[in-house]
């Protein structure tokens, strides 16, 4: 399966190592970019959840979604592996 995975993360969110586990479980590759880290990623983050800082937020081919909290039901169907 090669989807393109771009996953906004904060070091101290549970929710995120929850699901960078997953992710590497199911052998998929993806960029993670830290929200605190990263300039401008935090403003990028709000604007696509409403105002709100949620991670773990995805962009999967160009399609948005959270996982917060962290489902990894949700996350399996998002990415098309149910």
Not at 12 to 38: H, M, Y
Request: overall charge positive; some cysteine.
């Amino acid at each position: 399966m090669n989807i393109n995975i771009r996953m906004y993360t904060t070091r101290w969110c549970p929710d995120c190592q929850r699901a960078k586990r997953f992710l590497t479980q199911q052998g998929l590759s993806f960029e993670e970019i830290n929200i605190e880290e990263v300039l401008g990623a935090a403003d990028h983050i709000m604007a696509l959840n409403g105002g709100k800082r949620r991670v773990p937020t995805f962009e999967v081919d160009g399609r948005v979604f959270h996982c917060s909290p962290y489902d990894p039901e949700k996350l399996r169907r998002e990415l098309g592996l149910a």
